[in-house]
């Protein structure tokens, strides 16, 4: 099986490869990485996962971002999704019409998985650009899983999942610490531990986990071709229940059902624990 990546960025896509390289099974599987605008169509590997995104400069509130900041966080985080998607789409399908003949004892599993973040399950004031893309992704995410199953057939069952990432140690989240509203890091409980220091960064490491840990439980999720892939760590999995809506739920339903239930109860003094550090927080800090 032939591995491709496609980033923006050249240098992270070389780490990736030494990492993957160091830990393949098989010697003569391909490890390939193409440095690309991910905003534009381009061709797509079998698998995709729609991973670029991030918001690591446009934090902040919604008077004081500048109009492009808008734009960028759409091309990162929305477009950078949808185009690859659509390309691959459409390759998939022309392969399945161009091999129709062909019999096979079972469909091929064909998979669309979008990395979402968790910031668009919950309003959080400081998160707004990149949370409203994250939206629309989300919504992409789940009109494409109906639409993808008009072509599932005899030659090809599509999948699409959406990948619900929550806090964890990235170099992309260390560096959204340095340009974070107070009020963001209040919330989220980042204040304290908010700068670029060794200490800081040391607190944060020992606060939210690395993405070595946190990967094992993304792929794992993914295998079992839920709609929605979490880890395994409490706050995404009741985050995810509080805002199924009409998604589908995980396995059989019961857990995120029971979950629902549990933020029924627990969230409106959440929310309005969060809307009491909110009020006023301006002209505190004028």
């Not at 960025?9 to 490869?17: F, I, N, S």
């Not at 990492?19 to 590997?45: S, T, Y």
């Not at 004081?64 to 949808?82: G, H, Q």
């Not at 009109?143 to 990948?163: D, F, H, K, W």
Request: glycine share 6%; charged share 25%.
């Amino acid at each position: 099986m032939a591995v491709t990546g496609d980033l923006r960025g050249k240098k992270p896509l070389d780490e990736a490869v030494s990492e993957i390289l160091a830990v393949r099974q098989d010697k003569n599987q391909k490890i390939n990485a193409v440095a690309g605008d991910m905003g534009n169509a381009a061709n797509m590997p079998d698998i995709l996962y729609c991973v670029a995104g991030g918001t690591p400069s446009e934090c902040g509130f919604l008077v004081d971002l500048k109009p492009e900041i808008f734009e960028r966080c759409m091309v990162n985080n929305f477009y950078s999704s949808v185009y690859p998607a659509q390309a691959v789409l459409k390759r998939w399908v022309e392969d399945d019409d161009a091999n129709d003949a062909e019999i096979r004892p079972r469909p091929r599993t064909r998979k669309i998985i979008f990395v979402n973040s968790s910031a668009s399950l919950i309003p959080t004031p400081g998160y707004l650009a990149y949370s409203a893309a994250k939206a629309a992704q989300r919504a992409l995410a789940d009109t494409m899983r109906l639409e993808a199953m008009r072509y599932s057939g005899p030659q090809s069952n599509y999948i699409v999942q959406c990948i619900f990432a929550h806090n964890f140690i990235t170099p992309t989240f260390l560096e959204e610490q340095k340009s974070k509203p107070s009020l963001t890091k209040r919330i989220e409980g980042t204040e304290a531990i908010g700068g670029d220091s060794a200490a800081d960064i040391s607190a944060l490491e020992s606060r939210f986990p690395s993405a070595h840990k946190i990967a094992p439980e993304i792929v794992a999720a993914v295998a079992t071709n839920d709609f929605a892939v979490l880890d395994k760590r409490l706050e995404p999995q009741i985050l995810w229940a509080n805002m199924i809506g009409t998604s589908p739920r995980r396995g059989w339903g019961i857990v995120d059902s029971l979950l629902a239930f549990l933020m029924f109860l627990v969230y409106p003094f959440v929310r309005r624990q969060t809307e009491h550090q909110c009020r006023g927080d301006a002209l505190r800090r004028a």
